[in-house]
């Protein structure tokens, strides 16, 4: 097992580059996490099979609607994780300035 952050930058927020980002982990079960970051960028850490997660990376490019600029990745300490889940963005939460 193993696990990656990838950070996507280009048009990734508000065309549902997350909710595309998790169908593709769970048909390829991969498990972590999905963020929408403030700064426009999507931060993504999963854990897979290195093959998998290379399957996974590639086929965010898929996503409808979603523009990708740039991938970065980052191998971390394997972490395990129950499921692939969305999180709530900072800028989701203060909604009310």
Known sequence: MKTIEILISGRVQK???????RKIAMD???TGTVV????G???IFA???PMILEKFTSMLFSCPRAVI???KTQDLPVKK???FSIIKSE????TTR
């Not at 065309?15 to 980002?21: E, H, I, L, N, T």
């Not at 929408?36 to 700064?39: A, G, R």
């Not at 800028?91 to 203060?94: D, E, H, I, P």
């Open 28 to 30: 390829l079960k991969v």
């Open 15 to 21: 065309v549902g580059f997350r909710a595309c980002a």
């Open 81 to 83: 994780y129950d499921e």
């Open 69 to 71: 600029r740039e991938i």
């Open 47 to 49: 854990t897979a099979e």
């Open 91 to 94: 800028g989701q939460l203060n």
């Open 41 to 43: 960028r999507v931060q």
């Open 36 to 39: 929408n970051l403030t700064d």
